[in-house]
């Protein structure tokens, strides 16, 4: 299992602006232009404490069925957080607006899967030592294969937990990736 915490995710504007677009959140109404949504990014920055746990199990596995979303050679879970202070601090929007609320929201998404994003590559180069690719990720919600991946992963490393379940702190998430064996080119036969 590998452990990495404090790294520093980058936020990017154009990034929750188009994640605001698709979900409907008017940024213009709102009165966030670039700039207010950069100043918005950095104070989101300063209250994450990143971190991540990752493993790559083989097969077989006893827990392969509930957390590897295609069968393959292999398969890694992630557990990314952004750590308790993240969680509080959108908890404060709300007081201001339900859209200030769900634009922090946004951010959250948009910073975990940064995290996310940074295991994967990680998992992805031991996955190429193997002559294998990785299958898209695989949002696990359901509270059993959460408390699986909590044991599996020994969670308390990063401070996350299982409280009714949902991940704690909830800006917390995990997800799975199969390992899928690269198909080889074939030679032409010769006549």
């Given at each position: 299992?590998?452990?990495?915490?404090?790294?520093?995710?980058?936020?990017?504007?154009?990034?929750?602006?188009?994640?605001?677009?698709?979900?409907?959140?008017?940024?213009?109404?709102?009165?966030?232009?670039?700039?207010?949504?950069?100043?918005?990014?950095?104070?989101?920055?300063?209250?994450?404490?990143?971190?991540?746990?990752?493993?790559?199990?083989?097969?077989?596995?006893?827990?392969?069925?509930?957390?590897?979303p295609i069968p393959g050679l292999a398969y890694s879970v992630v557990l990314a957080t952004l750590g308790?202070?993240?969680?509080?601090?959108?908890?404060?929007?709300?007081?201001s607006s339900a859209e200030l609320y769900a634009l922090w929201g946004l951010v959250e998404a948009a910073a975990l899967d940064e995290a996310v994003r940074f295991a994967a590559a990680l998992v992805?180069?031991?996955?190429?030592?193997?002559?294998c690719t990785l299958s898209p990720w695989n949002a696990l919600q359901e509270p059993a294969a959460l408390e699986t991946v909590l044991r599996k992963l020994d969670a308390g490393?990063?401070?996350?937990?299982?409280?009714?379940?949902?991940?704690d702190p909830a800006a917390t998430t995990a997800v799975s990736l199969s390992w899928l064996a690269q198909a080889r080119a074939r030679k032409p036969k010769k006549d």
């Open positions: 299992m590998r452990k990495i915490r404090g790294f520093k995710l980058t936020l990017r504007v154009a990034d929750v602006k188009r994640r605001a677009k698709k979900s409907g959140l008017d940024l213009a109404a709102l009165g966030f232009g670039d700039d207010q949504l950069q100043k918005l990014l950095g104070q989101a920055a300063k209250t994450i404490a990143a971190g991540v746990l990752f493993e790559t199990f083989k097969h077989p596995d006893v827990d392969a069925a509930a957390l590897s308790p202070g993240f969680a509080s601090a959108k908890e404060k929007s709300r007081e992805e180069e031991e996955a190429a030592k193997e002559s490393k990063i401070d996350v937990r299982l409280h009714e379940g949902r991940l």
